[in-house]
């Protein structure tokens, strides 16, 4: 089966701090995008960050960053310098090929409650 | 640009009633999903679509229809709702680029009771 687990349901950081979110997935696919998608109390998915799998290097995007160990199947989201706007629900998930054309959908961990304290 | 616009943003229904939940994007783009979130999980597809015309079950279809009519719109039928059915239903798009979707862009979600 081709799944995600974050294996941490709640973190707590003081603002200012860096904190490091855990994934690992399993998939047969040899290339296929992981993704870092941040859901505020107001629901929407948000990007937060994106990496191929066939990229090599850790992908980053301001504050968040990647450490994508491709052999070991772990994809973690450093966040640097929190912020209160961080408090949110993470997810991570990666792009799996499905059924007919071509089509993808998005397999999802179960998410990482994130909150970021004054 | 609008992006994936869903309504309505929350409903309330009775069981055995039914609705369709709309979805419509501006992006010109062929993949098409509904999703659902139950309480602190993950999302898990309903259904998919790749294009006008073509659609395809997801991993939780029962109890819902989709159609496909245009690229810009994918609505949500729910016949006959159950409580099992009260969650929130995002909406969802995405492109090919070589061979990979490399990004899915979400509605704002519909939180969806049945009583």
């Known amino acids: 089966a081709q799944t995600v687990t974050q294996s941490q349901p709640e973190m707590s950081v003081q603002e200012a701090e860096t904190v490091t979110l855990s994934c690992t997935y399993d998939t047969s696919e040899s290339n296929y995008y992981l993704f870092w998608y941040k859901q505020p109390p107001s629901r929407q998915m948000i990007l937060v960050i994106r990496q191929e799998a066939y990229k090599q290097q850790n992908a980053t995007e301001n504050r968040f960053s990647v450490n994508f160990q491709k052999a070991a199947k772990s994809f973690s989201l450093k966040i640097s310098d929190s912020q209160l706007g961080d408090t949110a629900m993470y997810f991570c998930a990666f792009m799996k090929r499905i059924g007919i054309q071509g089509a993808q959908k998005l397999v999802f961990g179960q998410g990482t409650r994130l909150t970021i304290n004054p | 640009n609008a992006g994936v616009t869903q309504t309505p943003k929350f409903r309330i229904l009775k069981i055995g009633q039914s609705m369709t939940l709309q979805c419509a994007q501006d992006?010109?783009?062929?993949?098409m999903y509904w999703y659902r979130q139950d309480p602190g999980m993950g999302l898990k597809l309903i259904y998919y679509s790749v294009g006008a015309g073509i659609t395809d079950k997801g991993e939780v279809p029962n109890g819902y229809n989709v159609s496909r009519s245009t690229t810009e719109d994918f609505p949500l039928r729910l016949e006959l709702a159950a409580p099992s059915q009260t969650s929130v239903y995002f909406c969802?798009?995405?492109?090919?680029?070589?061979?990979?979707?490399?990004?899915?862009?979400f509605g704002q979600g519909t939180r969806l009771t049945v009583v």
């Open positions: 992006m010109n783009h062929n993949y």
């Open positions: 969802a798009s995405s492109y090919s680029t070589g061979g990979r979707n490399t990004e899915a862009f």
